[in-house]
Nanobody, 120 residues
Framework: QVQLVESGGGSVKPGDSLTLSCAAS????????IGWFRQAPGKEREGLSC????????YYPGSVKGRVTLSRDNAKNMVYLQMNSLEPEDPAVYYC?????????????WGKGTLVTVSS
């Protein structure tokens, strides 16, 4: 059983940067694919990025490609999502999720999310 806790959300201004953290417990993340997702009110959940397990390969299939960087620290069992140039369209609850062997919409383990708001 993997427990995930997101942190780092808050209120930022357009153009600001923000780093979200995902702390894992209950298992080592070494073998898991970790994904970041977000869901805004009234919208479907959107996949933002994914880092694979052992290889550590990253990909960014979502609309924020070019503005986000995903990284992991296996020693700390942490995954980070750095977001740059935040836009008025970015407010949402941001979630990290874990599964083996890859990311998909129905990941097995989810955190409870961290809220990001963007306001001038």
């Amino acid at each position: 059983q993997v427990q995930l806790v997101e942190s780092g959300g808050g209120s930022v201004k357009p153009g600001d940067s923000l780093t979200l953290s995902c702390a894992a417990s209950g298992a080592s993340l070494d073998d898991y694919a970790i994904g970041w997702f977000r869901q805004a009110p009234g919208k479907e959940r959107e996949g933002l990025s994914c880092i694979s397990g052992p290889e550590g390969s990253t990909y960014y299939p979502g609309s924020v490609k070019g503005r986000v960087t995903l990284s992991r620290d296996n020693a700390k069992n942490m995954v980070y999502l750095q977001m740059n140039s935040l836009e008025p369209e970015d407010p949402a609850v941001y979630y990290c999720a874990a599964d083996i062997p890859s990311c998909h919409r129905a990941m097995k383990y989810w955190g409870k999310g961290t809220l990001v708001t963007v306001s001038s």
